[in-house]
């Protein structure tokens, strides 16, 4: 099996890919990363870089636990790929253009994660809180990456197989989405 730790994408070269997951807790709450900016407040979806060799659902589970101290394996969690999303956006002070390829899953957890969850970020280098939000408390909020939109589509139960393709998003720009 191929491991997707990077797209390449013509004379841009290779396309860092992130793998996030939307973790939906029974009652249908969301787990997100809330981090204080100077700018305001961004929530983001746990996850983080594929490493070179490592599959992408290898590559999320380590960052759960590196992130969350949550382990999806002893959870015996199923990932599932629902939304790809590409961005290309100039972070604030910085000169050449910020570019991922998100693959976003979506895990429905088994049981209440909130005791099991840590309340900050665990390898985090700025102030953040792990929150546990319904999708309708993250309506119109600062998500990254932009999946806000998505959210209910995402705690449905009618979870497509892992065999479907996931759903392609509109790409994150300049025009759709501003740092904070």
């Known amino acids: 099996m191929n491991t997707v730790t990077s797209v390449q994408d013509g004379a841009a070269g ?106 900050v970020e665990l390898d985090a280098e700025d102030a953040t809180e792990v929150v546990w939000l319904l999708p309708s408390d993250l309506a119109g909020a600062h998500l990254y990456p932009d999946v806000g939109e998505r959210l209910v589509d995402a705690v449905t139960t009618q979870v497509p197989p892992a065999a479907a393709a996931p759903t392609l998003l509109a790409a994150m720009t300049d025009a759709t989405f501003r740092w904070r």
């Open 14 to 119: 290779d396309v860092p890919v992130r793998a996030c997951a939307v973790l939906v807790a029974p009652d249908g709450r969301i787990c997100v990363i809330r981090r204080h900016r100077p700018r305001g407040v961004q929530h983001s979806l746990p996850g983080g870089l594929v490493g070179f060799g490592e599959q992408p659902t290898d590559a999320l589970r380590r960052e759960i636990r590196e992130e969350l101290g949550l382990d999806l394996a002893v959870e015996d969690v199923d990932l599932v790929l629902r939304f790809e999303q590409h961005q290309e956006t100039r972070r604030p002070g910085e000169g050449p253009l910020f570019r991922r390829r998100h693959l976003v899953y979506v895990a429905h957890l088994p049981r209440p994660p909130v005791e099991d969850v840590a309340l």
